[in-house]
């Protein structure tokens, strides 16, 4: 599984919603994703993926297109991060 | 004055979810208590419990399971049903004045357990966005406001066992000022949690089963009684303005008449004789109605020494002679001690005792107690006339509730 389709599995467990591959260049607005739905979609990302997202760049994040790019672009470091749940 | 009265009720408990089976297992003795199931209570010296009959995935979505605690959970079921069972559809001009008083006495215990499993159990410092809403005192109020669409004034109330109790009075209050025509009142708590059953166990005061038999180890006002067993569930009633439900032609199942809260302002878990007592004639006094009237008292007994001993001087001190010939009876005995759900799902018992003319039994009696010299109504359900009845609810922290209701 790429990393695009780690991530619809995470948005389809934590956010509740199925995405298609097209509809992942719209913004988290477009998608109906508030803020709440939007912590928990990083939270479940974060555990996914074994990296921890900083701050600033969760602030960042607009749309799903963007996490993807960060994730392609972050090598994984489980050692930074321990989710839970 | 405006008056109140309750048409419709919902229940999430240990002995079925809905009021009819409820209190068919109260007629009929059947027991809630048993082994725990919700996680390994091998760690227990009792590990016994009176568990909700509650599959939350048959009545929510995957969002609201995510988002609700337990206790959220059983509140919104409860109040969907309760407000089935009235009838009462809001339409947007009605939303502002119908409101929300729950109780809850543990909040999101089962979020707190497994927040503080992961942070101390596991070394884990990040826990779940959703930790905060789920956890919340208040999201079982939130939760059921939202699924109602209630946008009139909302409350939860927290003082432990009685907390239930209390919102329904204070919702009694809420309508009859005016602030609100109709209220979803009751409680919930889902505190069938390894730490909170741990705490209990050390203060000494639950029930062990009697030769492995769990399902008889609570055993209220009975001489050989050996403590409470806790439970879970929920308990949610319609309150609704006399006039507003007579116009919509809604079925009435009682009004709720009176209320009566007091503090015994003494010591943290005795509780006093003075207190409830004063607690039980104030519900008398605001619902207008002699001590010689009410034909039924659904008791707060939990099945301690202490409490069911004192209550029973409470009652005496507080409709005097009349104590001689009332039925008192704690249906604890079979449901368990649902804490913050407690006052709720105990005043449905007492509603549906006057509705049905049965007094439930007090389950598990078997020796009377000189401490205890009451009618408790041991053995089988009894036929009633009874036009009224009270339901006490008193909270560790000295705080007491009573709340009186008469037929229509």
Redesign the interface.
């Known amino acids: 599984m790429n990393v695009q389709d780690r991530v619809l599995k995470v948005i389809a467990a934590e956010g509740h919603r199925t995405l298609t591959a097209e509809e992942v260049g719209k913004s988290f607005d477009e998608m109906g994703v508030d803020s709440l739905d939007k912590v928990c979609i990083l939270f479940g990302i974060e555990k996914e993926f074994g990296v921890s997202i900083p701050e600033d760049a969760a602030r960042r994040f607009a749309s799903v297109h963007q996490v993807v790019e960060w994730l392609n672009g972050t090598p994984a470091t489980p050692d930074q991060a321990q989710p839970a749940d | 004055m405006r008056r109140v009265v309750v048409t419709g009720m919902g229940i999430v408990s240990p002995l079925g979810n809905t009021p009819e089976e409820f209190f068919h297992a109260l007629i009929e003795k059947k027991s809630g208590v048993r082994r725990i199931t919700a996680f390994d209570a091998s760690r227990l010296a009792a590990p016994i419990a009176a568990e909700a009959a509650f599959n939350a995935t048959e009545h929510l979505?995957?969002?609201e399971l995510?988002l609700y605690d337990r206790f959220a959970q059983m509140a919104v079921v409860a109040s969907r049903a309760a407000l089935r069972d009235s009838g009462f559809v809001p339409r947007d001009a009605e939303r502002a004045r119908f409101g929300v008083y729950l109780g809850s006495a543990y909040g999101g215990a089962v979020t707190y357990d497994a927040?503080y499993y992961?942070?101390y159990g596991?070394?884990?410092?990040?826990?779940?966005?959703?930790s905060i809403?789920r956890l919340m005192h208040n999201a079982s109020t939130s939760a059921v406001a939202t699924d109602a669409g209630a946008q009139g004034p909302s409350l939860l109330i927290s003082t432990a066992c009685a907390s239930s109790a209390h919102a329904i009075g204070e919702a009694l209050h809420a309508i009859r000022s005016g602030r609100a025509d109709r209220i979803l009142a009751g409680g919930s708590d889902a505190p069938v949690t390894l730490p909170v059953m741990l705490c209990w166990q050390a203060m000494r005061v639950l029930a062990a089963p009697s030769n492995g038999n769990a399902s008889s180890a609570c055993r209220p006002f009975s001489a050989d009684r050996c403590g409470l067993v806790v439970g879970e569930g929920a308990g949610i009633l319609v309150l609704e303005e006399y006039e507003a439900a007579r116009a919509r032609g809604a079925h009435i199942y009682v009004e709720v008449a009176g209320y009566g809260a007091t503090s015994d302002a003494a010591h943290i878990t005795h509780p006093s004789v003075a207190g409830p007592a004063e607690a039980m004639r104030l519900a008398l006094a605001d619902a207008k109605l002699p001590a010689e009237s009410i034909g039924y008292i659904n008791a707060h007994g939990t099945g301690t020494k202490v409490n069911d001993a004192v209550e029973t001087r409470a009652i005496r001190e507080a409709i005097g002679s009349a104590a001689e010939s009332v039925p008192v009876t704690s249906t604890k005995a079979l449901h368990g001690h649902l804490m913050g759900a407690a006052g709720a799902v105990e005043l449905i018992a007492a509603i549906l005792a006057l509705a049905n003319g049965v007094i439930p039994p007090t389950a598990h009696y078997t020796a009377a107690d000189p401490e205890c010299n009451l009618d408790y109504v041991p053995g089988d359900a009894r036929e009633t006339k009874a036009q009224a009845a009270l339901s006490n609810s008193f909270a560790f922290g000295g705080l007491n509730a009573s709340l009186a209701v008469r037929k229509v």
């Open positions: 979505s995957a969002k995510d927040s992961a942070l596991q070394g884990n410092d990040r826990l779940h966005p959703l809403p």
